[in-house]
């Protein structure tokens, strides 16, 4: 079946360094969306790409959405404590379902 | 507006003991969702509802049931519990479910001994 693996799982990080996540998808997603969950809480949407090749930014987060549309990357620059949490991508299966990343946790060492 | 609701937020059961988990969303959203957190398995789909009066198997469907009792909302049941099912539960909307951001209930936090 369809599969969408994430890497790293951990990631520490000292405050002020750079993280990068990344996506792979077994089959092409139509969309790929980006969620953050903060310790003991639920996941929150971060943004959408639709795109082939698309890139958005959100203040220090920049995301890329691949050429072949199977993969895609969340880059923080210059993380800061708030960015703690574990990160997740999602695509859609189907015309309803979706597909969740096994999430790449982030942990910012002051 | 709430957003997406679910009770309780913790529950302690002993196996073979059932339950029901409540979800509800005040979004006017058509489709909802159930899923199951379990560490460094991400999230995982139970069952979905596309929309009022359907209802279909995600990819871990086995020892759960559900209803969508309205528009609004989408219980989860477990028959009979397993140790296997402790985990967090999820409950998401999404307005027509095709490719659209989906919301969050803060989760369930459930134990079964």
């Known amino acids: 079946g369809q599969q969408v693996m994430q890497i790293p799982q951990y990631q520490h990080v000292q405050e002020g360094e750079d993280f990068t996540t990344y996506c792979n998808s077994s089959?092409?997603?139509?969309?790929i969306q980006w969620y953050k969950q903060r310790p003991g809480g639920h996941p929150v949407f971060l943004i959408q790409?639709?795109?082939?090749?698309e890139v958005k930014k959100q203040k220090r987060l920049t995301f890329q959405f691949g050429e072949a549309k199977k993969n895609s990357s969340l880059h923080i620059t210059a993380t800061q404590t708030t960015d703690v949490g574990t990160y997740f991508c999602a695509g859609p299966v189907g015309t309803y379902k979706y597909i969740f990343g096994t999430g790449t946790r982030l942990k910012v060492l002051a | 507006n709430a957003g997406v609701t679910q009770t309780p937020k913790f529950q302690v059961l002993k196996t073979g003991q059932s339950m029901t988990l409540q979800c509800a969303q005040d979004m006017n959203h058509n489709s909802m969702y159930w899923y199951r957190q379990d560490p460094g398995m991400g999230l995982r789909l139970i069952y979905y509802s596309a929309s009022e009066g359907t209802t279909d198997k995600g990819e871990v469907p086995n020892g759960y049931n559900v209803s969508r009792l309205n528009k609004r909302e989408f219980s989860l049941r477990l028959e009979s519990a397993a140790p296997s099912q402790t985990s967090v539960y999820f409950c998401?909307?999404?307005?027509?479910?095709?490719?659209?951001?989906?919301?969050f209930g803060p989760g369930t936090r459930l134990l079964v001994l």
């Open positions: 998401a909307s999404t307005g027509t479910g095709k490719g659209e951001t989906q919301y």
């Open positions: 089959t092409t997603l139509s969309n």
């Open positions: 790409l639709v795109k082939s090749g």
